[in-house]
């Protein structure tokens, strides 16, 4: 059974910019809290950005504040990972990740997520 699905991962240079999205193809979001985690080579998975249901809370990892924005359409079902100003250690697989209940501030501990996307690319080099 799918659960969520990233898109928008790709190759950039220093200082380019890439917008991931997540989708759940098969059940809504709109009262998920959404969160992006990432995974370097070598390394273990991280959190980089939280959603809370309506989009109105947010927070981030600290190498990804003031240069990634996330952002909640339930509209359109989808959560963004605008990503601006990349870094080689930006490089690394992005994963979405949804959870049925509500955390004020929106976290991204890794067992609070049920729901999982496969990952999209994200390589920043020369």
């Known amino acids: 059974q799918v659960q969520l699905v990233e898109s928008g991962g790709g190759v950039v240079q220093p200082g380019g910019s890439l917008r991931l999205s997540c989708t759940s193809p098969?059940?809504?979001?709109?009262?998920?809290?959404v969160a992006w985690f990432r995974q370097a080579p070598g390394k273990e998975r991280e959190g980089v950005a939280a959603i809370n249901s309506n989009g109105e809370r947010t927070n981030y990892a600290n190498g990804a504040r003031g240069r990634f924005t996330i952002s909640k359409n339930n509209v359109e079902n989808t959560v963004y990972l605008q990503m601006n100003d990349l870094r080689p250690a930006d490089t690394a697989v992005y994963y979405c990740a949804s959870d049925p209940t509500m955390h004020i501030p929106p976290q991204f501990l890794e067992h609070l997520y049920a729901t999982w996307g496969q990952g999209t690319q994200v390589t920043v080099s020369l």
């Open positions: 098969e059940s809504s979001l709109r009262f998920h809290t």
